[in-house]
């Protein structure tokens, strides 16, 4: 086997011509960006800014979340570009098998399937707790055997009386009916939730600021500069998603002009929220008081706000709620990509007659999540995440410079500034993140990579188009 054959790739020109059809597009620039919104605001300010804030940066979380939206946005404009100049299903993979061939394409988008599930599987999970905090301060209590994982029994359960997390497994069932139901309704979902999340965080901040106490922030880095620095580190998986609704770009009635605007007006929103909900954070509560599960509710519970607390209790489900939707959605675009560039099964990438979704890959995965959110601990299934999506950072940002230089004479609806340097500055801080990873991490990554190369070689090297192609 000629080396060239696992770096075969597809004239960009071709690309939509010869792959398009079979999604509807019907996502207009707004949709796009609340579905870019949707998945980057969650857990990010509802856990993460104050575990931060009490155990790594105090104040100066703030700088954390600065630090990793110029990270991000690094990457965010090398996605732009292509989203303009390559229009279809698939984001980093198809990015990655047009500029730097097929076997890295193929294995971001095997990474994307594993991790982009696992993030549904997550936060579905997360939601679930909330759900059963709600419950128990309304007295209302779950049987045991459906209120949780096995082996996530809390003290004083006796072990073995968990056998599956159910609300978890239902949400991710859910989602998956809802996606199922034709991008237009789906959207419409998606984009309702997002606008009442982005009203709750405006709620909280308007609302919070009359209560800041500016000496909160005296001792801005208590943990030193390397503290917000490492809290970037964190942090930094809540600021991204952008990615994911790039996936729906053959979804989008016109891709090369709104794709680019949507990944960066997403990105932009949520990062004036985060820093301004920080503010008000760090300003309401000293960070050492600051409550790292539920800390807007406990800040506002404080100063004798313990109604809001329960509406961002509620709000916070529902909020997180459109992270699943995202990371589902981008999933299911990846898996159609491959399927219909023959790397894996055709099957799979047959469209509803109607509906015009990938029904199949759809339910497919939306049943792997809820596996993955049933029947594990949430620990477990974070160690899923995070590296296929760091590593898709990395190849869509030296893709877009590789083919910047290849390929200049391509018209680009927008075009990454400060090329070379912003892109560079993209891949070093994604390697220098996947460094903080768990070895665990690490060896679900590598048992994933071998399967992947098993499959491949097996199956999706002969079975590829450009196979096909070659041979005629």
């Known amino acids: 086997m000629a080396a060239h054959e696992l770096f075969r790739r597809k004239p960009v020109e071709q690309i939509e011509a010869v792959e398009g059809g079979g999604l509807q597009r019907t996502l207009g620039l707004w949709q796009l960006t609340a579905i870019g919104v949707g998945g980057i605001i969650g857990a990010g300010i509802f856990s993460l800014a104050g575990a931060v804030a009490n155990e790594t940066a105090g104040p100066a979380v703030l700088i954390s979340f600065l630090v990793a939206g110029i990270a991000s946005a690094a990457a965010a404009f090398s996605y732009a570009e292509f989203a303009g100049l390559i229009p279809r299903a698939g984001s980093a993979y198809t990015y990655g098998y047009a500029v730097l061939g097929e076997l890295v394409g ?45 082996g996530t029994e809390p003290e004083g359960v006796a072990a073995g009386s968990y056998k599956v997390n159910l609300f978890a497994v239902l949400l991710c069932l859910l ?76 979804e989008s009635r016109d ?34 008081d600051i409550d790292s599960e539920a800390a807007f509710s406990s800040a506002f519970e404080s100063v004798g706000l313990r109604w809001l607390g329960g509406v961002i209790a509620v709000g916070a489900i529902l909020g997180i709620l459109t992270v699943l939707f995202t990371f589902l959605l981008g999933a299911t675009r990846v898996g159609y990509a491959m399927s219909r560039d023959g790397l894996l099964p055709k099957w799979l990438s047959g469209t509803h007659p109607v509906k015009k979704v990938p029904s199949r890959m759809t339910w497919i995965l939306g049943v792997a999540a809820a596996v993955i959110a049933g029947l594990l601990p949430i620990g477990e299934a974070a160690e899923l995440t995070n590296i296929g999506i760091l590593l898709a950072f990395v190849v869509v940002c030296v893709a877009v410079v590789v083919l910047r230089y290849r390929r200049p004479d391509l018209p680009r609806t927008f075009r990454c500034p400060g090329m070379p340097v912003v892109p560079a500055i993209g891949v070093a801080f994604s390697i220098w993140l996947i460094t903080f990873l768990q070895p665990e991490t690490w060896l679900r990554f590598a048992i994933w990579f071998v399967i992947g190369l098993v499959v491949y070689f097996g199956y999706s090297r002969r079975h590829s188009k450009l196979a096909d192609h070659h041979q005629k």
């Open 106 to 150: 193929w294995f971001i988008g095997w990474d994307l399937l594993l991790e982009y599930t696992a993030i549904v599987a997550v936060v579905a999970i997360g939601i679930s707790g909330y759900f059963n905090d709600l419950l128990g301060f309304l007295d209302i209590h779950l049987p045991l055997w459906m209120s949780g994982a096995p």
């Open 175 to 250: 989602i998956a009916f809802v996606l199922n139901q034709g991008m237009r309704s789906a959207a419409r979902f998606e984009t309702l939730l997002v606008y009442l999340k982005v009203a709750l965080v405006v709620l909280v901040i308007v609302v919070g600021a009359f209560h800041v106490n500016s000496g909160n922030w005296s001792d801005f880095f208590p943990f030193g500069v390397s503290g917000a620095f490492t809290g970037a580190a964190t942090v930094f998986f809540a600021v991204f998603g952008y990615d994911a609704m790039s996936t729906a770009a053959e």
């Open 255 to 288: 891709s090369q002009k709104h794709m680019p605007k949507a990944i960066l007006y997403s990105l932009g929103i949520s990062m004036v929220l985060y820093v301004l909900a920080c503010l008000v954070l760090t300003g309401m509560v000293p960070y050492t």
